[in-house]
T-cell receptor, first 115, second 109 residues
């Protein structure tokens, strides 16, 4: 049973470019979460999505960041016009539907470096 | 989500039990206590969770006080591979995990 799959594992972007990070949840999971971890800092919640719905985006920066979880395909975290401060590890997590328990499982992360 | 507090760091001798405390004095009746750990440069790993009763799985045991205001994660026989940051979080079954600073556990040979 494959876990949460994230790709790419490592991504290098120049300032001003776009970064797209993908997350495929565990089989049977319909909820996806994105977290960011800046160097030497803790894990910060960004956004919580259900298929085609954003449930909670209280941790998302107001500009340049967006997330989606379409009916088909992986969840995408999109960062437009990247800046050096966006360099971080981005972790995706998934959980089952609400009425069957909600243990959240994490992927291994995508490391974004902005040069 | 209830706020949790944990010691910043702890040491444990290899082979001994590691007991990691967590205070969650404002926990609500419908909030579970979840424990995760993060080994350097890896994704957070789920360890265990509980509501009221003590829980045990292949990784650890979770002891929750009767008033539910605190809990202890027990790694019965710590190994060097258990060196990690351990996070305690109190949340409802349908909400996100909020991570605090956690406890940095160092297992000493």
């Amino acid at each position: 049973n494959a876990g949460v799959m994230q790709n790419p594992r490592h991504l290098v972007r120049r300032r001003g470019q776009e970064a797209r990070l993908r997350c495929s949840p565990m089989k049977g999971h319909s909820h996806v979460y994105w977290y960011r971890q800046l160097p030497e800092e803790g894990l910060k919640f960004m956004v919580y999505l259900q298929k085609e719905n954003i449930i909670d985006e209280s941790g998302m920066p107001k500009e340049r960041f967006s997330a989606e979880f379409p009916k088909e395909g992986p969840s995408i975290l999109r960062i437009q016009q990247v800046v050096r401060g966006d360099s971080a590890a981005y972790f995706c997590a998934s959980s089952p539907a609400l009425n069957s328990g909600n243990t959240i499982y994490f992927g291994e992360g995508s490391w974004l470096t902005v040069v | 989500d209830a706020k949790t507090t944990q010691p910043t760091s702890m040491d444990c001798a290899e082979g001994r039990a590691a007991n990691l405390p967590c205070n969650h004095s404002t926990i609500s009746g419908n909030e579970y206590v979840y424990w995760y750990r993060q080994i350097h440069s890896q994704g957070p790993q789920y360890i265990i969770h509980g509501l009221k009763n003590n829980e045990t799985n292949e990784m650890a045991s979770l002891i929750i006080t009767e008033d539910r205001k605190s809990s202890t994660l027990i790694l019965p026989h710590a190994t060097l591979r258990d060196t990690a940051v351990y996070y305690c979080s109190a949340k409802t079954s349908y909400d996100k995990v909020i991570f605090g600073p956690g406890t940095s556990l160092s297992v000493i040979p």
